[in-house]
């Protein structure tokens, strides 16, 4: 859950030079604090927990994105992993490369939900053990294909204590855009930046709150 942070000691002057440089580069003053907050973060904490909330269309082009950027994983010393349903493009090529599937069998995500969802979440606590994850979890995506509020529901559970690591939240284009603008929004905004894939181009973005005013200046 986002919470609001007030910074003091800054002066008219800084402040009006960090506005300068946020509309020079068409973002917000609060994704430039964010942004640095992230990085001071990851400086300071030799084991980060974050999860990036991936919206795509595409599995294989997800697929794509995790192998382009595994050997970086590996030299990170991060622990990768995946879960994904049966016939998934996941399973042949991460295995391949090495990647744990933690996937729990058998998949019977169709017939309980939310007793399947215990047990993959146990499954992904003892692979959190074994060292901080590069992970992704597809059945996430195939949980949210059937009931949004579900996967809400575990976003909240899992953001109150992440598994140490990077772990991707894959969520398909389509059931974002058919959920609530208020569950939409809370899911960004537990994410937040958050990343849209297009092909095999990655897009990162940030959420701030606007006053409409704002519409009529340059």
């Given amino acids: 859950m986002a919470k609001d942070l007030h910074i003091r000691n800054i002066d008219e002057k800084e402040h009006s030079e960090l506005s300068k440089i946020a509309d ?33 269309d595409d599995d294989k082009a997800v697929v794509e994105l995790l192998k382009s ?13 995946f879960c994904a349903p049966p016939n998934h493009p996941s399973k042949k090529t991460l295995t391949k490369l090495g990647w744990l599937d933690g996937t729990v069998e058998p ?24 060292g901080p994850l590069f992970g992704i979890d597809f059945v996430l995506a195939d949980i949210a294909s059937s009931s949004f509020a579900d996967a809400m529901q575990i976003e909240r559970d899992y ?22 603008v208020a569950e939409a929004m809370e899911l960004f905004l537990m994410h937040d930046p958050f990343y849209i894939l297009k092909d095999n181009e990655l897009y990162k973005f940030h959420v701030t709150k606007e006053s409409p005013h704002k519409l009529f200046l340059n």
């Fill in 24 to 56: 020079e580069m068409g973002v917000s003053v609060n994704s430039i604090v964010k942004d640095a907050i992230d990085k001071w973060l990851l400086q300071k904490s030799d084991v980060p927990k974050k999860h990036f909330l991936l919206i795509y």
């Fill in 69 to 81: 950027v595994d050997k970086i994983a590996q030299e990170q010393g991060l622990f990768r992993a």
């Fill in 107 to 130: 998949y019977t995500l169709d017939e309980d939900p939310k007793k399947y969802a215990e047990k993959l979440g146990k499954e992904l606590s003892k692979i959190s053990k074994k």
């Fill in 159 to 180: 953001d109150k204590d992440p598994f140490p690591g990077l772990v991707f939240c894959p969520y398909k284009a389509q059931d974002v855009m058919s959920s609530s």
